[in-house]
């Protein structure tokens, strides 16, 4: 696989009030260091812009896979309401259990959500992975989604300052000139309270930072600071049609950058 060819981040030619939906998997941290259930939040938002919530019907489906089982989790699923700083919403918890070392690759495939400002549907396929006691296990292989993001760095282990790469796919396939919108969690959610804290940054003057992957599917994007980072390729998947509308379906990958220290 060739990675040489960088996709540069832009700015976008959006206003900045059309800030990016973000399909959320978070966790406090992506590091795990005891056994047990892992408390998560499954939320439809802006966490860049600490903007508006958007509700979340039942999950299509919910699952981790380990040490490459799938694992269902729909039955750990929980509804909630989340409070932004703006609005509040329909958002789910969950628990992840977390016991041998290894990767945790948990996903979630939402039920698709109807934006009316722009007359469509958004499917955002997310996925986060997790680990324990730093032994990589399936962070670097693809979960068969119809469309994911294969990261090219691990994605819980990435250093301020360096860069992350990752591989749009759509059924296995990659994806050439994806468009991939990068989100910032400038507001991590609280999890105990189910609501926003206040954001630690602003988004970009110049709307949604995107990056376009190369022939390969293949994009990188330098990162200028540590938490939370989201990639969603835009409208990657194969399936375009919902309910006789417009329907994007789109590739979601979170991952954790920190300090070296």
Not at 53 to 60: E, H, I, N, R
Not at 204 to 233: C, E, K, L
Not at 242 to 254: C, F, M, N, P, R
Request: aromatic share 10%; hydrophobic share 45%.
């Amino acid at each position: 696989m060739k990675t040489c060819l960088l996709a540069t981040a832009l700015a976008a030619l959006l206003p900045a009030a059309a800030a990016a939906h973000f399909q959320l998997n978070y966790t406090d941290d992506a590091m795990i260091d005891r056994p047990g259930d892992v408390p998560m939040g499954l939320i439809f938002w802006h966490p860049f812009e600490n903007g508006h919530v958007m509700d979340m019907g039942a999950p299509q489906e919910f699952f981790m896979v380990h040490n490459g089982d799938k694992v269902d989790l729909s039955d750990r699923l929980e509804p909630a309401t989340f409070k932004g700083a703006s609005n509040e919403a329909a958002a789910y918890r969950a628990t992840i259990p977390v016991k041998r070392s290894g990767d945790y690759v948990v996903v979630t495939i939402p039920a698709p959500y109807y934006e009316e400002s722009e007359d469509i549907f958004i499917q955002q396929i997310a996925k986060v992975v997790l680990n324990r006691n730093t032994l990589p296990t399936d962070w670097d292989q693809p979960v068969g989604l119809p469309t994911e993001i294969l990261p090219l760095n691990k994605p819980y282990n990435v250093i301020v300052g360096s860069t992350f790469s990752g591989q749009v796919l759509a059924d296995g396939k990659p994806v050439p000139g994806a468009e991939i919108e990068v989100e910032y969690m400038a507001a991590e959610p609280d999890l105990e309270a189910f609501t926003t804290t206040d954001p630690t940054a602003q988004p970009m003057q110049g709307g949604a930072v995107v990056a376009i992957a190369d022939q390969n599917g293949v994009f990188t994007f330098g990162i200028p600071r540590a938490g939370y980072w989201g990639f969603a390729a835009l409208g990657s998947g194969l399936a375009t049609e919902h309910e006789g509308k417009e329907l994007s379906q789109d590739a979601v990958i979170w991952i954790r950058a920190e300090d070296m220290k």
